[in-house]
């Protein structure tokens, strides 16, 4: 079976025929993989910036991927609601079998961080020609959108961190007076896909949006960011054109890009911390933290997604192929073959928003 293999916490990828074969048993599921997605992440085990990163027990080589889409080819005894030709995604982490939210299928809160995620942690990923896996785990997509679901796994992690977000903020009234939140202004650190995603949901849902960057937009983000109505920043020429913020949402694991954008926090507002980076330091003073005790600033660390974030992001997805259709198009910037992948996952093209692999 063909596959995109990597030696965790080692530099390097290859595309490899691998003796994998798994057996379909009770409740099992054979998936053909028709896209995967590549992201950060797989950009940094396979240039040995992770960490955290290990292979299966008894392997010592990671299969890469967690942004997949398949089509089912055989089920097995016991497959209750899945069949042969659907369409699916499957989740990344698989929890612990110990805690209490991983037994209810919040593994995206395990406790004990004896999970494991596929592609990345102790699981083998989805960059192969097929795989076998747990109906439990697979998400059916809708036929209509099944040519822009490879972008459900990234958008899933979205939807759990709004869904913090909401939840949080019923600690009070964040809405407005006419019970929307247009009056919410809200600043996107990033202009990549998650920073996307996230300007996505939070204009389906009212806010005013700013997506800030230290740079001028690419014509693809110019596109973007006007098609959806919010607003390019480039913070080192126009960030004192910002106004207050209701809600900062850091993509970028950088300190240095969201903490200077502190002290234009409202009264009340919150702070998602969704990027991650290894070594970026920057000082927090004590006058910022007294500032963010006097206004009851929040501050919500986000990852992962559960099985019904994963639904309620081929929800958005469905809404927004009426609406949107043209810029969820456009986040795909390149579909490329499984060959020409290993050159596209140790350097990121210019330009790119989403790359794709393409299996079929």
Known sequence: MKAIVVTPKKSGVEVKD?????????GKVLVKTLYTGICGTDRGIVNAKITFTYPPDGYNFLILGHEGLGMVEEVGDGVKYLKKGDYVVPVVRRGCGVCLNCKIGRQDFCETGKFVEAGIRGKHGFMREEFVD???WLVKVPDEIKDIAVLTEPLSNVVKAIDELLFVQRRMIWTCEDSTFGCRNAFIIGSGPIGT???LILITLGFNVYIINKRDPSPMEEYISKRLGVTFINSVKDGDKLPEADLIVDTSGVP????PLMPRMKPNSALILFGTLEGEKYEITSDLVT??????IIVIGSVNASKKDFQGALNYLSIWKNRYYDVLQKM???KVSVEQ???VLMKKPNGEIKTVIMWD
Not at 18 to 26: D, Q, S
Not at 256 to 259: E, L, R
Not at 291 to 296: A, I, L, S, T
């Open 18 to 26: 691998i003796p994998i074969r798994e057996t379909l048993g009770k």
């Open 134 to 136: 747990d109906e439990l």
């Open 197 to 199: 995603f996230f300007s």
């Open 256 to 259: 240095s890009a969201f903490i």
């Open 291 to 296: 500032f963010m005790v006097e206004r009851n």
């Open 332 to 334: 795909i910037t390149s």
């Open 341 to 343: 992948a290993p050159e």
